[in-house]
Each structure stands twice: as C-alpha cells, then as structure tokens.
C-alpha cells in the first residue's frame, strides 16, 4: 500500500498532465476552427432578403462587401457577425422588442446522463446563430457548459467570477454588480456567466441561510428570498439578452430549486430507456412534494414555471435492438400528454463527441470541420433545428407579443 505522501504525488502528476492536455485542447480549437460561413439559401433565410437583394447592396456600398477567397476570388460566405450586421441594416434581427422580457429557461431532470447539459448548450448555439442574444448560466459545480464554451473552470474562473458571491449576497457582490461577470464566447452573441467547483459549496450557504430565517416576524419574506436569489440576480442582467439559458445539477436542492423559480419554462430531458424514465417520475415525485411543502409556507406567493418533457436520446427502430426506444418514447408521450414535445432528439453520440472535443456544435461549424461526416452533421443539424424550433414557437414566442401573433397567423398558438 502507498504511503499518503506517493498518493498524493501521483495524484499531483496525473492532474497535471491531464489539465495540460486539456489546456493543448482548448488551443487547438482556438486557433484552427475556422469561423462559421453562412452562404446560399441559409444565408438568405437567416437574413431575411434574398440573394440578390444581399448583392446589391453590397455592390452599392450599403453593406460592406463579401469575403473572398484570394486564390479562386470566390465568395466564402458570411460570418455570425456579418449575418448580423446585415440583419441590422434590413431590420429582420430577431430580437424581442423592448417593451418584451427576455425568456428565462432552464434544462433539469433529477438524473445525469440525459442529455441536459448537452441540449443546453445546442440550444444556446442554435438561438444564437439565429441572431438572438443568448445568455448562459453555469450554475452545475461540474461546470461542464463553462468548458464546453472554451472556459477552462478553476482555471480561467474563480469563486468571484461565477455567480456564487451574489447568490449569498456577500459583501461587495450587489446584485447590480451581477453583470460584471458574465464572459464573451467565440460566438459573437452568445455570453455565459461561468461556473466553478467553489459553487459546491453554495447549496450548504443557501440551507444554512434559509434555516436562519425560518424564526422572526418576517421569516417568511426571508425564506422567500433565498428561494428567489438566482431569480432577482438574472432580472438585474437580462436587460441585455432575448434568451437566457441556466445549466444546474442533476438534483433537486436548493439551488436546483432557485433555478426552477427563476425560470419562465423548465425543459426536462427524457432519455428513451426505462430506467431514466423512472427516474424522471421519481423527479416528478420529488419536485410535487417539495413544491406542496413550498406552497403551505408562502401560498399564492410561490410560482411555478410551465414544464415541458422532451425525449432525447432517441433511436429509430431499425432493428430489433432499438425497439425499447420506441416503447419508452409512446410511454413518455402517454405519460406528459400535451406537455410532451413532439419532436424528439435523437442518437447523434458520434457527431456530439467528436464536435465536442474541439468546443463546437453542429451549428458553429461549417460542412467538413473537425472529421465529423457531412451527412451526420446535416442529420444532426437538422433533427436538433426541428426540436429548438418547437421550444421557440411554445416556450418563447408566446411571451411576446410581436411573436405571438406571427404564431395566431400559422395557427400554431
């Protein structure tokens, strides 16, 4: 048996090496992923003109002209940035009005593996390559959205960059404040606020503070507030954004709890096997009772958000080993009714792991990138495209306004 000090100098030399690789990564995706081009029918769709209308204007000065291949004088495409631009000039930037509020939805189930994180993350990539002002908030001390948005956690975050401080309201942390952290991506508009380990340490904080406030006159008002600290933080921030998107752990504590509260839609991941199944059931279980437990406290005060189920992880039955996915899919569906999506994500675990090691997703890269195939991609762009368009048109265009009425126009709302 090894003494403690050879435990632990191994255990020293095993980090190092593999936060060095980590590190080696995160370089490599920095410096050799070439930029996203948006070109053709895409190109058009997303700017809301068609090509010719984009040429012209180019051609007479009203948009800066095209990038260019300098060996073949070809057109490369547009940028994010310039997809933007463009969309600023002709005035389709898909964007809330101001007298709208940014929509706030969180991704949770009780169980890891479901996709939660990585469904997170596509969404934001998805929005964000619409034109829409997404923000990320990591509030999973695993901070695996951190690191797959190109920040390393513990690293290149702290206790102070994240949002733990203003979560318990220490000193020199005033809500206000709370934009100071949030951080750039390599995508143009899409902002996280990080994560890190240090957030562990929050859940005990916040149980601490809100026994402390279970005596007193006011203690309900008190026990309110430490339910609704993530809420009251993102109203200071998401002045700025159309879309916020929070990330938290697989479990229901409190700062679980805190994130549903701050939520307008809380989408749970169904992966299409029996066991996660079950396991969201026990979610669903855990989550009425503690909201009964919640309500007997602070009555009409305590509000719920919408909940929408979405299975994931879907593979079609082509044969006879697959067949179980169908199966759990109908039981989900029998099971949320109206409050299941209809369309489901399905097994793209090649294209996700291969994208993923480089800090992409199958929207912020261009057709051959990163030795993913170009059809699986296309497959994976599509199926995610179908899904994220069905939160759109029922978890964020019905609060607002100018949406919702495009929507009564389709008959969709």
Not at 258 to 280: C, H, L, Q, R
Request: charged share 25%; aromatic share 10%.
């Amino acid at each position: 048996m090894s003494t403690y000090a050879d435990s632990i100098t191994r255990l020293d030399r095993y980090l190092e090496t593999g936060h060095n690789l980590i590190r080696d990564i995160k370089a490599i995706a920095e410096d050799q992923m070439p930029p996203r081009r948006f070109k053709g029918a895409e190109l058009s769709e997303l700017v809301g003109a068609s090509l010719s209308t984009i040429y012209m204007a180019e051609k007479e000065g009203r948009l800066p002209p095209p990038d260019v291949d300098p060996n073949t004088h070809r057109r490369l495409g547009a940028t994010l940035e310039q997809v933007i631009g463009m969309q600023t000039y002709f005035d389709t930037l898909p964007w809330r009005r101001d007298d709208e509020d940014a929509v706030v939805m969180s991704f949770t189930n009780f169980k890891g593996g479901c996709w939660k994180t990585t469904t997170s993350w596509y969404a934001g990539s998805y929005y964000a390559n619409l034109g829409y002002r997404v923000l990320f908030v990591d509030l999973d001390p695993q901070a695996s959205l951190t690191h797959n948005c190109g920040i390393l956690p513990d690293f290149e975050t702290s206790h102070e960059q994240s949002l733990g401080p203003y979560i318990l309201e220490e000193e020199g942390f005033p809500p206000e404040w709370a934009g100071n952290v949030i951080r750039n991506t390599h995508i143009e508009n899409l902002k996280i606020i990080p994560s890190t380990l240090q957030l562990a340490g929050v859940e005990y904080a916040l149980s601490n503070a809100i026994m402390e406030s279970r005596s007193g006159q006011d203690r309900v008002a008190r026990m309110m507030h430490w339910f609704h600290r993530v809420r009251d933080i993102i109203g200071q921030v998401k002045q700025n954004f159309d879309i916020v998107i929070m990330d938290g752990t697989p479990s229901l504590g409190l700062l679980p709890l805190n994130i549903i509260f701050a939520s307008d839609t809380v989408i749970v991941p169904v992966p299409t096997e029996i066991t996660d199944f079950a396991s969201t059931l026990s979610f669903g279980d855990l989550y009425k009772e503690q909201s009964e437990t919640l309500h007997n406290v602070f009555g009409e005060d305590l509000s719920l958000p919408d909940m929408l189920f979405l299975p994931t992880r879907f593979s079609a039955s082509e044969k006879n080993a697959t067949l179980g996915s169908e199966f759990v899919l109908k039981q989900i569906q029998r099971t949320f009714g109206p409050d299941c999506m209809q369309s489901v994500i399905k097994k793209h675990e090649a294209v996700v792991s291969n994208l993923s090691l480089m800090r992409r997703t199958v929207f912020d890269v261009n057709a051959g990138d990163a030795n993913v195939n170009r059809e699986s991609r296309k497959r994976a762009m599509s199926n995610f495209k179908t899904v994220f368009d069905e939160i759109l048109e029922r978890a964020v265009y019905p609060s607002w306004a100018s949406k919702k009425a495009i929507l009564e126009e389709r008959g969709i709302y």
